[in-house]
């Protein structure tokens, strides 16, 4: 272990020599009389160095205290160089005041929980439609009317509802600034996009609602004559009506067959929120069939072209055209709005039916999303729409449906 006696009395030298301290710690002198401490370590089988500070700014104490926690880092599997260049860059960005500083900043802590597309298009608009007008200008000196022409911009091309995600998007990043003190408020919340923006025609998905064009749909589903895997997922999504791009992404890793349970996790859901499907007899049915073709592979309705993808975005819209339906009349998405309304008309609880389309209503005070809320209710409600649609799929009448339908599940 070095002493501070034997540090000061080590003399320069032609070339760069060093003095060991142990457990690869050792000081640099260089041939100016420099005296650097470093730490050699290997990482992924490779030696490695790590500056710790000039002596005799840091001394030997000081030196192996560094060293304890590098090697906590390694321990963990990080490499602390890496660690420690990353933590210079983010100090360099914090030291920057400019709004681009501050949403690299927002943007690498919140993007890991965000799908992939969701992150490619809020790198698009920030880098297209936002640091052109204000990246470089300081975020505590960035107003209501500077963010105003940035929508104004992006209205005026027709794309109203970027327009609006932009918005969201800037404020996110003013509030994050505003929480670590580099800004006093955020301007966005001084505009009401409501009233900025022109109101949209909103168009609901197209599906089919009423029992006797759904017992069709069900019948023509069965006699769909394209690919199996297709097939099972045309039936799969009526009975658990989630949204296409979670239907098609399913891995059958997210199944608990022994719970009767399809778990989403948040990252592929728009809420970013896990969600969970309780199964049907009937759907647990359909995986057990498709088990046998795709239960090797990840997915469980991959791709035509291969188990190593998931199932194409065109391939449920294609089939259902191939079924004889127009756009006008039911889309991949329009088992949700088949669900949603026939529930509602049957009598099941709007609670329960919103939280199994995971809508995420939360609670606006503690922004909390339960996704097991309801559960028991939902296993009952799912269980008792797989029966519904089978009745509706033999033809039987409809209307005394409706009523046992409801009272079971009021009264169960």
């Known amino acids: 272990m070095l002493t501070d006696m034997k540090i000061k009395n080590a003399k320069p030298k032609d070339k760069a020599y060093r003095l060991t301290d142990g457990s690869g710690l050792y000081l640099e002198i260089s041939p100016s009389g420099g005296k650097l401490w470093r730490w050699k370590y290997r990482f992924q089988g490779k030696e490695k160095r790590l500056a710790l500070g000039v002596y005799p700014d840091v001394r030997g104490a000081g030196a192996r205290t560094k060293v304890v926690e590098a090697r906590k880092l390694l321990d963990a599997g990080t490499d602390p160089s890496a660690e420690k260049k990353e933590r210079k860059r983010r100090e360099r960005l914090a030291a920057d005041n400019s709004f681009k500083a501050f949403a690299i900043l927002w943007y690498e802590n919140d993007s890991p929980t965000m799908a ?6 809020l790198k698009r608009w920030l880098e297209v439609d936002v640091y052109p007008w204000i990246g470089s200008r300081p975020i505590a000196d960035i ?7 940035i929508i104004r911009r992006i209205q005026s091309r027709g794309a109203l509802d970027v327009a609006k995600r932009v918005h969201n998007l800037c404020g996110r990043i003013f509030r ?29 998905h197209a599906s089919v609602t009423s029992p006797k064009e759904v017992g069709a749909l069900m019948r023509a589903i069965d006699d769909f004559t394209g690919a199996f895997v297709t097939r099972c997922a045309l039936k799969f ?10 239907l098609r992404n399913a891995v059958w890793s997210e199944f608990d067959f022994d719970k009767a349970e399809w778990r989403i996790p948040a990252g592929r859901m728009k809420m970013r929120e896990q969600h969970i499907v309780p199964l049907s007899k009937q ?37 259902l055209r191939r ?12 088992f949700r709005s088949m669900a949603s309304t026939m529930l509602h008309e049957l009598g099941y609880p709007h609670a329960a039916i919103e939280r199994q389309l995971a809508h995420g209503e939360r609670n606006r005070v503690s922004a909390s999303y339960n996704f097991a809320e309801y559960l028991p209710e939902r296993r009952k409600m799912m269980q008792e729409w797989a029966d519904y649609l ?3 799929k033999a033809g039987a009448e409809v209307v005394s449906m409706h009523s046992r339908a409801a009272l079971s599940f009021r009264h169960a």
């Open 116 to 121: 992939a597309n969701t992150k490619s298009k």
């Open 143 to 149: 107003t209501a009317p500077d963010l105003l022409d």
């Open 176 to 204: 994050h600034a505003v929480g670590i003190g580099q800004a006093n408020r955020d301007p966005s919340r001084d505009i009401e996009i409501s009233r900025i923006l022109p109101k949209r025609n909103v168009r609901h």
């Open 237 to 246: 999504a009526a009975l658990v009506f989630v949204r296409p791009g979670e």
């Open 283 to 319: 759907s647990m049915a359909i995986l057990n069939e498709i088990q046998q073709l795709t239960g090797h592979g990840q997915y469980v309705f991959p791709s035509e072209r291969g188990l190593g993808r998931s199932m194409s975005e065109n391939t449920i819209t294609g089939a």
């Open 323 to 334: 079924l004889g339906y127009t756009k006008d009349e039911m889309t991949g998405h329009g």
């Open 390 to 392: 089978d009745k509706l």
